[in-house]
């Protein structure tokens, strides 16, 4: 590890163990976290079942501080408001582009963003797709093999924080990047499958190895069957 390389890690780690001193959203027992409230979705998976791609340390700090961070502050800023019994689709909707509601926005789009990211990865998944997700993304992109090397492509290609999405627009699948909190929900397209390239997604199992993550993901953690059922759903 360079120099460089060591004072990123170490201010990373730093980072990481005040929030886990703050305690943010977090209650844990028996190796578990326990979700402040309906708006965040349970981890569909043991911590640690994604090793080795992902390990369970940055599950531990990824889901149990920064997600649930995400939801308490939501909580905490939608309290006694019109939003407080709205869905968090709604939410987002809402508070997108109101100048006074931009905090809200940006943990309310990040927990919808959480959300869905853990349920576009299981154990053993990744690789090819089968069926109808398959046959849009070979008509859209022309063939499987073009589609993961455009998304792998613009994963890594991701200027700072963000995101990485197939979406359904319209007709037609396509690959976008979002920067920071936002989300495809605002631009009136339905998300099928996302990929986490914010730092904090890989850089304990990673460093500056962003690649190595996206590649992981693509050959050994993609959820076909969700994605799949997200097209189903969006018609």
Request: proline share 4%; glycine share 8%; aromatic share 12%.
């Amino acid at each position: 590890m360079d120099r460089r390389d060591f004072f990123k890690t170490s201010f990373y780690l730093s980072a990481f163990a005040m929030v886990q001193l703050a305690g943010i959203g977090c209650s844990r027992q028996s190796g578990t976290t326990e979700p402040p409230s309906s708006l965040l979705s349970p981890l569909p998976y043991n911590q640690d079942s994604l090793e080795p791609y992902i390990s369970s340390r940055t599950i531990e700090f990824h889901y149990g501080k920064h997600h649930q961070g995400y939801a308490a502050n939501t909580l905490k800023l939608i309290a006694g408001t019109n939003l407080a019994k709205l869905p968090l689709k709604e939410i987002i909707q809402k508070s997108h582009e109101i100048k006074e509601l931009v905090s809200t926005y940006n943990n309310a789009a990040q927990l919808f963003n959480h959300n869905f990211y853990w349920q576009c990865m299981k154990p053993n998944g990744g690789g090819k797709p089968q069926g109808k997700i398959l046959q849009a993304i070979e008509q859209s992109f022309g063939s499987f093999d073009a589609f993961a090397k455009t998304f792998s492509e613009s994963a890594a290609s991701q200027f700072g924080s963000g995101w990485t999405w197939l979406v359904k627009d319209g007709n037609q699948l396509k690959v976008i990047n979002t920067s920071n909190a936002d989300t495809p929900i605002i631009m009136g397209m339905v998300p099928l499958l996302t990929l986490d390239v914010w730092e904090h997604a890989y850089y304990l199992d990673y460093q500056n190895r962003r690649a190595d993550y996206i590649r992981g993901f693509m050959e050994h953690l993609v959820n076909w069957e969700f994605a799949g059922k997200n097209l189903e759903l969006a018609g």
